[in-house]
């Protein structure tokens, strides 16, 4: 059963930095692509990115695009989002995504909420 | 990027209606529409790829239709379990989502 773990929820100041996680079970992790979706309170869904772990092929949204930056590790089967400069915009739930293909997301992580408040 | 008009951004159905929710994308996207299903404070769940594939353990009376720029999320006849939000996603060039549609229990 493929499964995506994400790590638990954050509550930060604007200007800290963060990264979060996700840790994928279940399936060859390589070769499955694992991405990024923002939902912000209350709206709807935003794609950030995706990366397959097998080579690095790393894309962005244009929205996303120097705001933010995805990696993996495959020793440990787990994606990264990582912020250098957070802002009270960003206070949204994360969802990570994982797909055989880029056509569309098969499985979705729990969610990581991210509160970013003074 | 390619612009997503869901509608409607809310519907109320009785059990046992037929429900409709349409996405129109500012360009051709073939058949690279997808759709998910989200119940409150839950993450999104695929129901349908390339426009009408149905995802695997999806009730039957979900299906998708259309090509091209326009396209359809019917269920059949919706069920206590199918009140939830549905939006839908383009994945020909950058990925994109709808706004979203909230079905609720009239």
């Known amino acids: 059963e493929v499964q995506l773990v994400q790590s638990g929820a954050e509550v930060k100041k604007p200007g800290e930095s963060l990264r979060i996680s996700c840790k994928g079970s279940g399936y060859t992790f390589p070769r499955y692509w694992i991405g990024w979706v923002r939902q912000m309170p209350g709206k709807g869904l935003e794609w950030m990115g995706i990366i397959y772990p097998g080579d690095s092929d790393t894309r962005y949204s244009p929205s996303f695009y120097g705001q933010v930056t995805i990696s993996v590790d495959k020793s440990i089967n787990t994606a990264y989002l990582q912020w250098t400069s957070l802002r009270a915009s960003d206070t949204a739930m994360y969802y990570c995504?994982?797909?055989?293909?880029?056509?569309?997301?098969?499985?979705w992580g729990q969610g990581t909420l991210l509160t970013v408040s003074s | 990027d390619i612009q997503i008009t869901q509608s409607p951004s809310s519907l109320s159905a009785s059990v046992g209606d037929r429900v409709t929710i349409s996405c129109r994308t500012s360009q051709s996207v073939s058949t690279y529409l997808n759709w998910y299903q989200q119940k409150p404070g839950k993450a999104p769940k695929l129901l349908i790829h390339t426009a009408s594939s149905l995802q695997s353990g999806v009730p039957s009376r979900f299906s998708g239709g259309g090509s091209g720029t326009n396209f359809t999320l019917t269920i059949k006849s919706v069920q206590p379990e199918d009140f939830a939000t549905y939006h839908c996603q383009q994945t020909d060039g950058t990925l994109t989502f709808g706004g979203g549609t909230k079905v609720e229990i009239k």
């Open positions: 995504v994982s797909s055989r293909v880029l056509d569309y997301f098969e499985y």
